[in-house]
């Protein structure tokens, strides 16, 4: 029922206790960092839950992915569970069995927190089922919206990756191993590294966007086309990231392609000539930030 990856090297919870974030977890915003920074005034390793196979819709972030934002952030390990092992547990069990195989000093949760069979369970729950310290934080708003994965969601509907960084504070990204194509955009003078879109993961606004990539420790702006391309009679959906001023080979590793705003829509162009002419001032407006 429950996987347990450890992160930062730290394989000793069991017999120094922790405190766990609860909640689903398909990505950390800025309500979540304020619940992460609660747990830190514990002095104990930090654990977090995250719930993969949710019926609510596509997660933010893969699981990869929110591996390498809670490592990034310093938890112990994370709790990966998938929704349909839990969804008939009643919420006092789980409670227990988190606590028992954790050894779970202190919970920290939102106020509007819910979880076991039929969401019945609150922080009211862990306090009764448990003899673990429960910390409830109030919930974040931002111009009157709460703050959620559903807020952040609604940001990449439109494209607007620059709100979805404010309400994640930090940049919506994907992870992905650089694949082999057809090179076109070699022929035009813009070699692309191309990445699949993670399978599963909610899926943005078709376009293209300014983006950033670290490759060995150097960040490179970049543009990236995410979607079909029409001016070549290709239907089929690729992520395809030019990075200016990098000369090198990158088929096979895995990248971070951060999203830092929206450029344009994608369209069909009447020539190649054409769309390399675009490509010129995409790249121009992203080097001059205009």
Known sequence: MLNTVVLNGQSNIRESGCVMLLGGFDGLHVGHKKLLARAKTYGLPIGIMTIYGERRGAPLFTLAERREIFRSLGFAFVCETEFAKI?????TAFARTLQEEYNVKAFVCG??????????GTP??????????????EILTLDGEKISSSSVKNALDSGNV????????ERFFLLGQVEQDRKVGRT????????AYPQGKYAMKIGVYETCVNVDGTAYKGITNYGARPTFNDGQVWTETYLDGFSGDLYGQTLQVQFVRFLRDIRRFESADALKAQLTEDIRRV???D
């Not at 620059?162 to 504070?169: D, K, M, N, P």
């Not at 035009?188 to 990445?195: E, M, Q, R």
């Open 188 to 195: 035009l003078g813009f070699p692309t590294a191309n990445i």
């Open 111 to 120: 106020d509007d927190f819910r979880f076991g069979k039929g969401a019945n």
């Open 87 to 91: 969804k008939d547990v009643t919420a």
């Open 124 to 137: 009211k729950t862990l306090q009764s089922a448990t003899d673990a310290e429960v910390c409830v934080e």
């Open 162 to 169: 620059a709100r979805a960084q404010t309400l994640l504070g």
């Open 287 to 289: 080097k001059e930030n």
